[in-house]
């Protein structure tokens, strides 16, 4: 629950401050008579988001074991791409997001449709990205219920975030939170991806699904707290296989040091240089 409630903080509070800022930079430049065509896209992208996860969820039913793992192991890859993918999108231009935002309006405020389109499109990423990533974190926890109730709590919790930021009633540094939840984000990733590497091995599409790198289910049962609690946030399995702990180590080893490297450039400020001295 607690994964899925991040999940939907992060990518409901960059999608509620995408709407934000559209909302906020028509009104600002006189251009309210496109607020209407902004809530029409937003509304086709939550519709466009909630189908695809409606697809995720009822489609691969019927279908026959091997094949559900196999479509389950594939989207979860997929879905570990498309997140670190926006993780160090975010890293990167969320200070330009608001200009951005507003060039983009101004290029296409002359259609109906297109100003449609670009609300669409900017806030349905973020929802079809959040729909893809909690499915595939829900599939390896197996309680779809609890999974949905958290990510709804997250995304209700970030609408009101940005609300209160938009207002002025609550000050926020973006730059921090979403370095933290992204630093959170690639270990609850790196579960994911070994989830769907241990999926693609139960469908037979990758061997080695009976050897293990360990096995410590007698200090960590799977049905105890600790594992139930490690299993709900980082997909963590007392019994791993090789390939799934090779998985979660390169994936971490890999984009765990990149995202270090790209925030420390951010912080780190220019020094200043030295005033010359004046002779009296």
């Keep these: 629950m607690f994964?899925?409630?991040?999940?939907?903080?992060?990518?409901?509070?960059?999608?509620?401050?995408?709407?934000?800022?559209?909302?906020?930079?028509?009104?600002?430049?006189?251009?309210?008579?496109?607020?209407?065509?902004?809530?029409?896209?937003?509304?086709?992208?939550?519709?466009?988001?909630?189908?695809?996860?409606a697809l995720l969820t009822f489609g691969p039913r019927g279908l026959t074991f091997e094949a559900q793992e196999a479509i389950g192991g594939s989207l979860s890859i997929?879905?570990?791409?498309?997140v670190t993918w926006m993780i160090f999108w975010m890293a990167e231009n969320s200070k330009h997001l608001s200009r951005e935002l507003g060039q983009k309006i101004d290029l296409v405020q002359a259609s109906t449709g297109a100003v449609v389109l670009l609300a669409a499109l900017s806030v349905g990423r973020e929802g079809l990205e959040t729909a893809l990533f909690i499915w595939a974190a829900s599939q390896s926890?197996?309680?779809?219920?609890?999974?949905?109730?958290g990510a709804l709590l997250g995304i209700a919790l970030a609408v009101l975030l940005a609300w209160l930021i938009m207002?002025?009633?609550?000050?926020?540094?973006?730059?921090?939170?979403?370095?933290?939840?992204?630093?959170?984000?690639?270990?609850?990733?790196?579960?994911?991806?070994?989830?769907?590497?241990?999926?693609l091995q139960e469908a037979g599409i990758l061997p080695g699904l009976?050897?293990?790198?360990?096995?410590?289910?007698?200090?960590?049962?799977?049905?105890?707290?600790?594992?139930?609690?490690?299993?709900?946030?980082?997909n963590f399995s007392p019994a791993t296989t090789w390939l799934e702990a090779i998985a979660w180590c390169t994936y971490v080893g890999i984009v765990l040091p990149l995202f270090v490297a790209k925030n420390r450039s951010k912080v780190v400020s220019p020094r200043t240089s030295p005033q010359p001295r004046t002779s009296s």
């Design 3 to 53: 994964q899925n409630f991040l999940i939907g903080l992060r990518e409901g509070l960059e999608a509620a401050l995408i709407v934000g800022l559209l909302l906020a930079y028509v009104r600002k430049t006189g251009k309210s008579h496109l607020i209407p065509k902004i809530w029409m896209g937003v509304s086709l992208a939550v519709l466009v988001s909630l189908g695809f996860g």
């Design 78 to 82: 997929i879905a570990v791409g498309f």
């Design 141 to 149: 926890v197996g309680n779809g219920a609890t999974a949905l109730i």
């Design 167 to 199: 207002r002025g009633a609550l000050k926020l540094n973006l730059g921090i939170f979403f370095r933290y939840t992204g630093l959170f984000l690639i270990f609850i990733a790196a579960g994911v991806l070994a989830y769907g590497v241990h999926d």
């Design 210 to 234: 009976n050897s293990l790198a360990f096995d410590i289910s007698h200090l960590i049962a799977p049905t105890s707290l600790l594992g139930t609690l490690l299993k709900a946030i980082f």
